[in-house]
């Protein structure tokens, strides 16, 4: 059995260290062969350059295949999987092509397992809790209006005038201000293009409380099902979203109003010059903040309330981005391995046990995490 892992990005390397350092035979594969040496080239000299064929002949039945790569690269990665008999894990949302692998994996006994980072990933994880502990209170009723809302950000520890520090190539954030969203608000569907037109104010029970700018973004909708939502239930809100520092709005209020119709060329510049006044200075600490918030009412009054909440930065660790997406990875390749997790295409685990023992994991990640009870 061996672990391939592909790609070591800023967000791949403290989990793909700590499955090395457990002792887990592990092949790492990346494009560039120098970064992944700088990466890990302490702790092992299994290293090659990534190419799928390469890996094709490698790959063995029971393998793990693990993508860190470029979200185009997952596919065909999942697909070689089922070829090889071997299993695979990416922390990406799951794409329509991902999904409809999902009847020959099954077939095969292949564990397609995605949605395994910080977000998507330990906010399902925390949507997960939450909703187990909801259902077994003596408050649960279907007739309640229930409320859920998914709130994560990185933004730098220290704040700037920007209100946001880049640790990569910003293209792939302005094209996100492209996107539509869905989500329910009010009892209502809300479907917005722009996410500066559903910009609301999310008020964060951190030990010191905290208010954000926060938006929906892609579609929240799908994963009412994901978390367990009875199509029955009366369902007041539910946004899966993006957190940002107060004063992010009016700081980009200049992008706002170019990007939607930039050129590709354009949106590159743009990138380079957002790039080089506002990215992260080496060792300087960044910041995420995750927000999974679960309410209950009848006759307008709260009768259930919960927030699972996180705040975490870099430290001597290194980044928190980078240990809050790449560790929960490491954790579903071993709970791949030891066949924790059905055949098919999934995303992060409902499996109370696996979602405990995930959390504690989380719980050593970040400086804080807790579950707010605004009723006790």
């Not at 596919?75 to 991902?98: H, N, T």
């Not at 969203?181 to 569907?189: Q, V």
């Not at 918030?293 to 009848?298: F, G, H, I, S, V």
Request: some cysteine; aromatic content about 8%; proline content about 7%.
């Amino acid at each position: 059995m061996t672990i391939h892992w592909c790609g070591t990005g800023l967000s791949a390397v403290p989990g793909l260290r700590r499955l090395i350092e457990a002792g887990h035979p592990v092949t790492v594969w990346n494009r560039t062969l120098d970064k992944a040496q700088a990466a890990v080239g302490d702790l092992t000299d299994a290293i090659r350059t990534f190419d799928i064929e390469a890996l094709r002949a490698e790959a063995r039945a029971g393998d793990v295949i693990v993508s860190m790569l470029p979200a185009d690269w997952h596919v065909p990665l999942a697909e070689l999987a089922i070829e090889a008999g071997a299993q695979f894990v990416s922390s990406s949302y799951i794409a329509p092509e991902m999904r409809a692998l999902d009847a020959r994996a099954r077939a095969a006994d292949v564990r397609l397992v995605n949605e395994v980072g910080l977000d998507p990933g330990i906010d399902h994880l925390m949507a997960h809790a939450l909703m187990a502990d909801y259902k077994a209170s003596p408050a649960f009723d279907k007739t309640n209006a229930v409320s859920f809302l998914s709130y994560c950000g990185g933004v730098p520890k220290e704040p700037n005038a920007f209100r946001y520090k880049f640790s990569w190539a910003p293209v792939g954030v302005l094209k996100a201000l492209r996107s539509p969203s869905r989500s329910i608000r009010n009892f209502s569907l809300l479907e917005v293009s722009r996410p500066w037109d559903a910009l609301t104010r999310f008020d964060a029970p951190l030990p010191v409380p905290e208010s954000f700018e926060v938006y929906p973004n892609r579609d929240s909708l799908p994963f009412m099902a994901e978390y367990g939502f009875g199509e029955d239930w009366q369902v007041k809100d539910f946004v899966r979203g993006t957190m940002r520092l107060n004063g992010w709005a009016e700081a980009w209020k200049e992008i706002f109003a170019e990007a939607p119709t930039a050129s590709d060329a354009r949106l590159a510049e743009i990138a380079d010059q957002l790039l080089a006044e506002n990215a992260y200075g080496p060792g300087e600490p960044d910041r995420v903040v995750l927000c999974v918030d679960l309410k209950a009412e009848r006759e307008g009054a709260p009768v259930w309330h919960k927030t699972y909440v996180m705040d975490a930065w870099g430290d001597a660790r290194g980044n928190a981005m980078g240990r809050l997406v790449s560790v929960p990875v490491s954790l579903a390749v071993e709970a791949v391995l030891a066949r924790a997790v059905p055949a098919g295409v999934t995303a992060a685990p409902s499996d109370p046990k696996l979602v405990q023992g995930w959390l504690e994991e989380v719980q050593r990640l970040a400086q804080h995490l807790m579950v707010v009870d605004h009723r006790a």
